[in-house]
């Protein structure tokens, strides 16, 4: 990731725009994610579980 600083631009600012950049790609997301092994089995139950949430997000939703 690479954040060019800008005329007259304070450290901060510019540290606080990379991290905007960061979190926008989703890098830390994704390294916290593959910081243990999860097997196969787990991630299909665990997108399961999410897509019944989701189904019941947007039936509450509807009513």
Same mark, same amino acid.
């Given at each position: 990731?690479?954040?060019?600083?800008?005329?007259?631009?304070?450290?901060? *600012?510019?540290?606080? &725009?990379? $991290?905007?950049?960061v +979190?926008?790609?989703?890098?830390?997301?994704d390294?916290?994610?593959? =910081?243990?092994?999860?097997?196969? *089995?787990?991630l299909? &139950?665990? $997108?399961?579980?999410? +897509?019944e949430?989701?189904?019941?997000?947007?039936?509450?939703?509807? =009513?």
């Open positions: 990731m690479k954040v060019i600083a800008r005329e007259d631009e304070s450290f901060e *600012s510019l540290l606080n &725009r990379f $991290k905007k950049d +979190a926008k790609s989703g890098i830390l997301k390294m916290k994610k593959k =910081r243990h092994f999860t097997p196969k *089995s787990e299909r &139950r665990e $997108k399961i579980r999410a +897509a949430r989701k189904r019941r997000r947007r039936a509450s939703r509807e =009513r």
